[in-house]
């Protein structure tokens, strides 16, 4: 039988990335200004469009309006104590 190893730390890697600016500026707008497609969402970018992209995005966060930002994905490689998993598992997204 091997012997039980303690941990205290924890490791957290990021594996993959899918997430874009674009993709939240999508989902918020779909809402307001009903359905079209993700290029037409992101074509004529002027500086005043960038202007008005950042605005929203901060309206969001600032008002807390998160379900835009669910359409990003993020995939972790996590090594914890167990105990601490457990809960990391409870209450994930």
Same mark, same amino acid.
């Given at each position: 039988m091997s012997? @039980?190893?303690f941990r205290s730390d924890v490791t957290v890697e990021l594996v993959r990335?899918?997430?874009s600016?674009?993709? @939240?500026?999508?989902?918020?707008?779909v809402s307001t200004q009903g359905e079209q497609s993700l290029e037409a969402a992101t074509a004529n970018k002027d500086a005043e469009t960038?202007?008005?992209?950042?605005?929203l995005i901060n309206y969001l966060m600032r008002d807390r309006h998160g379900s835009p930002f669910e359409h990003n994905s993020m995939t972790f490689y @996590?090594?914890?104590?167990?105990? @601490?998993?457990r809960e990391?598992?409870?209450?994930?997204?």
């Amino acid at each position: 039988m091997s012997d @039980v190893i303690f941990r205290s730390d924890v490791t957290v890697e990021l594996v993959r990335a899918n997430a874009s600016d674009q993709d @939240v500026l999508f989902a918020a707008r779909v809402s307001t200004q009903g359905e079209q497609s993700l290029e037409a969402a992101t074509a004529n970018k002027d500086a005043e469009t960038d202007k008005r992209d950042r605005g929203l995005i901060n309206y969001l966060m600032r008002d807390r309006h998160g379900s835009p930002f669910e359409h990003n994905s993020m995939t972790f490689y @996590v090594q914890a104590p167990i105990f @601490v998993f457990r809960e990391f598992m409870r209450h994930r997204i």
